[in-house]
């Protein structure tokens, strides 16, 4: 068997993240420029902070490796606490102890994707009525959208 797709899902995921992407700036290079204060930020009438963004983005790549490790219960309710779980940063240090989280969280996908085949792609996920193509492209998707709020939000927060 040919794989050919799961490594190109690997290349996607990686320039998202922390490569090259086409559409300008990773997640983890636009995240590196943001300093804690501006992380906990809020903006007038705008009930998340970019830090609140981070929680979010890590609570759904735990809900990808958990499916990938093949638990079928494991769910996350939309617009819920394990959706947008609460978060406190503190300092610095908690910030880059967040920062480092999601990091952690790509390297743990990319681990266990390297042990599958282009044929699991198109089987169910656990619990899910849903194809591991469908939950992998998503990822990649959810982590581009959340970048591109995460941009504006400081890019507002710098201009104010």
Known sequence: MNNT??????EELNATFKGEPWYGISLME???QITVEEAVASVPDYP????????????????????????ALF???MNTESDWPAVEIKSDSDWKNLLSELEASQRKILELLAHLSDDLLWANVPGENYNYRYMLRGLIEHDTYHLGQISLLHSILKDS
Request: charged share 35%; aromatic share 8%.
């Open 5 to 10: 797709q799961i490594p190109e899902i690997v």
């Open 30 to 32: 636009k995240l590196n």
């Open 48 to 71: 998340k902070t970019i830090v609140k963004f981070v929680k979010h983005l890590l609570a759904w790549r735990e809900f990808v490796i958990k499916k990938l490790e093949g638990e």
């Open 75 to 77: 769910k996350i309710e």
